[in-house]
Nanobody
Framework: QVQLVESGGGLVQAGGSLRLSCAASGRILVINTMGWYRQAPGKQRELVASITRGGNTNYVDYVKGRFTISRDNAKNTVSLQMNSLKPEDTAVYYC??????????????WGQGTQVTVSS
């Protein structure tokens, strides 16, 4: 069993910053791609940023230059530094990871989500 636990969400004014963190635990051999998704009310969940085990990153256009994803392979963690936040960034943010577990099964896991609210 693998668990992803997010932290760091909250309420911030427009233009402010937040840092989200996600820690993976359990019977983990290797974590491949990790990512952050978000889901705003009435909208579908969407990819915000992802990072491979080797450190290659990918961002959705509207967060480029504002958000930075990073990871620590030794600690099985991924973070999302969010700067210059806008009200339209308000959403529940979810951590996601492709995990090879101790039974050599490759599965995709989700965290429980953390609320980010940006006030205008």
């Amino acid at each position: 069993q693998v668990q992803l636990v997010e932290s760091g969400g909250g309420l911030v004014q427009a233009g402010g910053s937040l840092r989200l963190s996600c820690a993976a635990s359990g019977r983990i051999l290797v974590i491949n791609t990790m990512g952050w998704y978000r889901q705003a009310p009435g909208k579908q969940r969407e990819l915000v940023a992802s990072i491979t085990r080797g450190g290659n990153t990918n961002y959705v256009d509207y967060v480029k230059g504002r958000f930075t994803i990073s990871r620590d392979n030794a600690k099985n963690t991924v973070s999302l530094q969010m700067n210059s936040l806008k009200p339209e960034d308000t959403a529940v943010y979810y951590c996601n990871a492709d995990v090879l577990d101790s039974n050599y099964r490759l599965r995709n896991y989700w965290g429980q989500g953390t609320q980010v609210t940006v006030s205008s």
